[in-house]
């Protein structure tokens, strides 16, 4: 026997009800230069409250792990609520860079459709949080670069928030706030050299309310791509004549943002449909138009090809 560490295997649901899965130790391998280090990398996971799984480096002597020489080289946050799907699987490339495989961490039970769950609680059926996550180690083959001392060779960027306009220390209900975002990268420098492209950069903000538990908020935080993806579409529509015809929170010539947000909030298809339904036209919908309204003469001699909007000639029919 080279060692006895203590490992999880238990997952506990909301309810309560415990159940045994595939964590425990999950990764083995040695490195390249094994014959003159003796250094083995585990990758486990760790008993205690914090659910996470460790990459973690060990020297073997005598057939023995030396306790003390262990260093934690990567932190993989987890649930143990539902199992599973954890990954573990690693190899050494040429470089010497040390690929690891994770899981999803997320359950694949429950539900016949994909493993997409937006419903409040339900973030362990939901691999949005993780793999769907550019945010979260989560679903992914990670590359890092294990070094002599014990760490993993890539430092996290610094991502700092100025605020240069409104309170600092609390935010005001409905009062902007004008920022700037700092980010700086031991590897990749910095947005204020210009090595990091701003294009590249995407930032989101959290409401917690009192009492939050930052678990929960941090499994439920939309991944990087839906708030990118959301303020693409807030500058087109800022780009084109949608303003026009639609007010953010009452209805002019077409419905408000609000309302049409909140009748689709649960139809999860409903940007995509709604995107084709904007180039294509339709109508009926939201109920007769507004006779009183100069934009709803406007909309009938663009319907009739005598106007042109600049977002496509079949706008009109909606
Ligand atoms: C000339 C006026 C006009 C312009 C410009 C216009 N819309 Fe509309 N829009 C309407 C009307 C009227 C409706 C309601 C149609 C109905 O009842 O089905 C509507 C409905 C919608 C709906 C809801 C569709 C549904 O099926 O519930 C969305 C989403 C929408 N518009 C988005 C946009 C976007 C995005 C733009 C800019 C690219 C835009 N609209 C430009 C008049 C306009």
């Not at 670069?145 to 209900?173: M, Q, S, Y």
Request: aromatic share 6%; proline share 6%; glycine share 10%.
């Amino acid at each position: 026997m080279l060692a006895t560490i203590p490992v999880s295997i238990k997952y506990t649901a909301k309810d309560g009800r415990q159940t045994e899965a595939e964590d425990g130790l999950i990764g083995l391998v040695a490195d390249p230069n094994f014959n003159q280090n003796h250094w083995l990398y585990l990758y486990y996971s760790l008993v205690g409250d914090e659910a996470k799984n460790v990459l973690v480096r060990y020297e073997l002597r005598s057939d023995e792990l030396v306790m003390d020489s262990k260093k934690v080289l990567l932190d993989v946050a987890t649930q143990r609520e539902q199992c599973c799907h954890t990954g573990g699987g690693m190899a050494f490339d040429k470089a010497g860079n040390l690929l690891l495989s994770t899981g999803d961490n997320t359950s694949p039970r429950d539900t016949p459709f994909n493993p997409i769950d937006e419903r409040p609680e339900r973030a362990p059926w939901d691999a949005q949080k993780s793999s769907g996550n550019t945010n979260d180690l989560r679903g992914k083959i990670i590359r890092i670069h294990p070094e002599a001392d014990g760490t993993a060779g890539n430092e996290p960027p610094v991502v700092a928030f100025d605020i240069l306009k409104g309170n600092k220390p609390f935010f005001f209900r409905e009062k902007p706030i004008e920022y700037a975002v700092k980010v700086t990268d031991k590897e990749d420098g910095s947005l204020a050299t210009g090595k990091i492209i701003p294009a590249q950069v995407a930032v989101s903000i959290d409401y917690l309310p009192e009492g939050f538990d930052p678990i929960e908020v941090a499994q439920n935080h939309p991944g990087t791509e839906t708030v990118a993806r959301f303020a693409t579409g807030q500058r087109l529509i800022g780009l084109s004549d949608c303003k026009s015809c639609h007010l953010v929170d009452k209805k002019s010539v077409g419905p408000g943002c609000t309302d049409v947000a909140k009748k689709y909030k649960d139809e999860a298809a409903a940007v995509d449909r709604l995107a084709k339904k904007i180039i294509a036209g339709g109508g009926g919908v939201w109920g007769a138009l507004d006779e009183r309204s100069p934009a709803t003469d406007q909309l009938r001699r663009i319907r009739d090809g005598q106007l042109y909007s600049e977002s496509g000639r079949k706008t009109a029919g909606r």
